[in-house]
Nanobody, 120 residues
Framework: QVQLGESGGGLVQPGGSLRLSCAAS????????MSWYRQAPGKERELVAR????????NYADSVKGRFTISRDNSKNTVYLQMNSLKVEDTAVYYC?????????????WGQGTQVTVSS
């Protein structure tokens, strides 16, 4: 069974930091690009950060550049999101995603999400 399990969310004050983790199982983790998405109440899901299967390249939403860092440890089947200088507008449910594009199909897996709340 394919599973992605997020952890590390919580309540933090503006300017604080959190590190999210996503542990994967049931698929060949090293073959998948991994991403973090987030969704705030009443808003659409948005891509926050993405990392290639080898960890050689990353992409970030403009709103988090310079503050968030995505990384992965393929030996542990885990992807991380280090979030620094958090802002109130970062409040959302954060979801872990794994994606692999093959010739005739796309493999796309999602976690259940973890809540991040930034409040004073």
């Amino acid at each position: 069974q394919v599973q992605l399990g997020e952890s590390g969310g919580g309540l933090v004050q503006p300017g604080g930091s959190l590190r999210l983790s996503c542990a994967a199982s049931g698929f060949t983790f090293s073959n998948y690009a991994m991403s973090w998405y987030r969704q705030a109440p009443g808003k659409e899901r948005e891509l926050v950060a993405r990392i290639t299967s080898t960890g050689g390249s990353t992409n970030y939403a403009d709103s988090v550049k310079g503050r968030f860092t995505i990384s992965r440890d393929n030996s542990k089947n885990t992807v991380y999101l280090q979030m620094n200088s958090l802002k109130v507008e970062d409040t959302a449910v954060y979801y872990c995603n794994g994606r692999r594009l093959e010739f005739l199909r796309t493999y796309d897996y999602w976690g259940q999400g973890t809540q991040v709340t930034v409040s004073s």
